[in-house]
């Protein structure tokens, strides 16, 4: 199982909104409403950010949102702080023998 | 506190076995799924397999089965990954979570990971 699709790198000045975007296949990202998205800063084990494709676990600012359209999944930071700089990660239940499946992340850089 | 403790670093030479651990606070294992995720240096997440310490059933990643073996202790609420032989490519961090599920007719479905151990780096060379 190969992991879903992210792009390499996203970034953004101080203020501004970035999205990244999670693609994968009708057995999992669009079959299923079981995305998730996790941040990774440099030395740290990751967190979640988002599951079930659009809710924020208790203490996760509401400047991170997420969304689904067919087969794509979307992480949207807005107003990007200093803070959000670090590797994010989707992940998604899938039916296939692998049972789960993680992206391939996305560095993001504040500029 | 809901949290997962994962056993230190372990430097190792090819050949040798390993076996890490991770043990959870109650409220972290009681009832839930803990998964094992592997990051190799400077690579992304890779999600390796799963047990439910309530009776061992255990699922693992195709790339996973046969090269390591996921295993439970419920009485010390404790799991743990372990390698018969180890090779210079499963240097990586590996990180404990525990992983929140659904079950439909029978199947279980795996949707996120909520609660993540601060992960253990294993080094193995010669």
């Known amino acids: 199982q190969s992991a879903l699709t992210q792009p390499a790198s996203v970034s953004g000045s101080p203020g501004q909104s970035i999205t990244i975007s999670c693609t994968g296949t009708?057995?999992?990202?669009?079959?299923?409403?079981?995305v998730s998205w996790y941040q990774q800063h440099p030395g740290k084990a990751p967190r979640l950010m988002i599951y079930?494709?659009?809710n924020r676990p208790s203490g996760v600012s509401n400047r991170f949102s997420g969304s689904k359209s067919g087969n794509t999944a979307s992480l949207t930071i807005s107003g990007l702080q200093a803070e959000d700089e670090a590797d994010y990660y989707c992940?998604?239940?899938?039916?296939?023998?692998?049972?789960?499946?993680f992206g391939s992340g996305t560095k993001v850089t504040v500029l | 506190e809901v949290q997962l403790v994962q056993s230190g670093a372990e430097v190792k030479k090819p050949g040798e076995s390993l076996k890490i651990s991770c043990k959870g606070s109650?409220?972290?294992?009681?009832?839930?799924?803990i998964a094992w995720v592997r990051q190799m240096p400077g690579k992304g997440l890779e999600w390796m397999g799963i047990?439910?310490?309530?009776?061992?059933?255990?699922r693992y990643s195709p790339s996973f089965r046969g090269q390591v073996t996921i295993s439970a202790d419920m009485s010390i609420t404790t799991t743990y990954l372990q390698w018969s032989s180890l090779k210079a490519s499963d240097t990586a961090i590996y990180y404990c979570?525990?992983?929140?599920?659904?079950?439909?007719?029978?199947?279980?479905?795996?949707?996120?990971?909520?609660?993540w151990g601060k992960g253990t780096t294993v080094t193995v060379s010669s």
């Open positions: 109650e409220n972290s294992f009681t009832g839930y799924w």
């Open positions: 079930d494709v659009s």
């Open positions: 009708s057995s999992d990202v669009g079959g299923y409403n079981y």
């Open positions: 992940g998604s239940y899938t039916s296939s023998s692998t049972l789960y499946v």
């Open positions: 979570a525990r992983h929140r599920s659904g079950r439909i007719k029978q199947q279980y479905l795996f949707y996120y990971m909520d609660v």
């Open positions: 047990i439910y310490p309530g009776d061992s059933d255990t």
